[in-house]
């Protein structure tokens, strides 16, 4: 009977394991689309049949019911990412329907109007290996119009190498690392030129350059991640907030607006990757990001996208947000960006006076407490940056400048309280964000950019001088 039960136990085994057995161990590194007259699936004229109003040059007349097309042969190689080439006189909401293995599955994905567009995007949970072996059908829907004109000039699949979780670039002042469970936000920033420790003392944990002289204790790190990375709330990354006129999730107790969150939601949750390209010295990520206050199945209708790049000692961050909802917008306080570093460095320097850039006198608050304790403390600086250092005139600090935003909203989360062996994984954090009174309409892209630079705040104001 024994021996009868290990028979079936196996058998079942193998029959759910078995789809897996043939996936492919090539991988694509040219991701070309090839166009066609018609519907050209993998460069070759798809067999399909069109739910809808077309022509036979693949002009698709939508509206705001769906259009679906069928592919006849639904047998495809494995593949994980896809691309379509296109051109639309609106935004688009597109599906994708395809088999994994033996489950069928059907995810979202945008596309914006323009000419000769393409489209990219992994399938979902990519990251955990999932691969499909079935292309279903794709359909479109007008968003923003009742009606809407879309050709599709080709379309194709590839089977791509799986990204690590993390991606790390590096040069001779800093590295980066951004998580793609996080949405591809700023997870690892690494000083390589200014001796950065982590050392303890019998009072608390302290990070600086030099910090074993400083402090007369051993380090225990000289590999000092400055980002608090705790949980998908903080970070460096993306954040936007939006109407009150949707069906709301709760945070701490409160009624939470529409909040598009490049890491994740309150659950740990993570984003979903669309896109990612990346080099020696540049990271491109595109990714759909979740609702902060709301469970994991209420993914934003929205994509960020962020390019990550080294210039003149500083980081470069490019940041650009679009929203497909079509929810009733309002105004709101935007963090553009929402920036979390370790707790150690706890004493926030900005420059107060009405003489910029002439090496001016800074000014600090080195005691700084968080909200609601704190009221909401916004600091206005004509330098546009701000940073947040070490307890000494002349200590290391992060510092973030934004080209013309004077007004940072600025707090210490449990000051003091609680750090760990890794102050970049622990609950206290420093936190402060350029905030922007700000409507986020959708079918509006919203683009900016930012630069993140280490060192002392003589250094950092250095470097913003060169960038801005």
Known sequence: MNNFLCIILAFIMGFFTYPMSFLSNNTDT????????????????????????????????????????????????WFNYYGLSYSSDAYIKGEITYNAGIKQKTEEFFLEPGDERIFYSFIDNCLSGTKANILHSVSFQALNTDNATVKIKGMATFNREVPAEEIFIKNES?????????????????????????????????VDSKA??????????????????????????????????????????????????????????????????????????????????????????????????????????????????????????????????????????????????????????????????????????????AAFTGEFPDSFGIGVYVEGQTDFLAGVYQRGEGLGEDPAKSAPTSYFAVVEEKTMNSFEPFEYDYFVATGTTEEIRNIFKTVK
């Not at 509206?63 to 592919?71: A, G, N, P, Q, S």
Request: one cysteine or more.
């Open 212 to 385: 074993s002289e400083r402090y007369g204790v051993d380090a225990f790190s000289k590999n000092v991640n400055l980002i608090n990375c705790n949980d998908t709330g903080r970070l460096i990354q993306q954040s936007y907030y939006g109407t009150y006129d949707y069906d709301c999730g709760e945070y701490m107790g409160n009624v939470w607006s529409y909040n598009p969150v490049q890491g994740g939601n309150q659950f740990n949750d993570s984003s979903k990757i669309v896109d990612l390209r990346c080099d020696e010295n540049s990271i491109y990520v595109k990714s759909r990001p979740l609702d902060w206050a709301k469970e994991k199945e209420h993914i934003t209708p929205s994509y960020m996208e962020a390019k990550y790049t080294f210039e003149n000692g500083a980081v470069h961050i490019e940041c650009r947000f679009v929203d497909f909802s079509g929810y009733n917008a309002r105004p709101a306080s935007q963090e553009i960006p929402a920036f979390y570093c370790i707790e150690p460095l706890n004493n926030f320097v900005y420059y107060a006076g009405d003489k910029p850039w002439t090496d001016d006198a800074l000014k600090s608050e080195p005691d700084l407490i968080f909200w609601p304790d704190a009221g909401y403390p916004t600091f206005s600086t004509q330098e546009n940056w």
């Open 174 to 206: 800093h590295k980066l690392g951004i998580n793609l469970l996080w949405g591809g936000a700023v997870s690892y920033l690494e000083d390589m030129n200014s001796d950065v420790e982590a050392v303890r003392t019998q009072d608390r944990v302290y």
């Open 30 to 77: 040219d991701f070309d689309i090839a166009e066609g007259d018609f519907f050209t699936l993998n460069g070759e004229t798809a067999e399909v049949t069109v739910d809808g109003n077309y022509d036979e040059s693949s002009v698709l007349n939508l509206t705001k019911e769906k259009l679906t097309i069928r592919f006849e042969d639904t047998s495809a190689d």
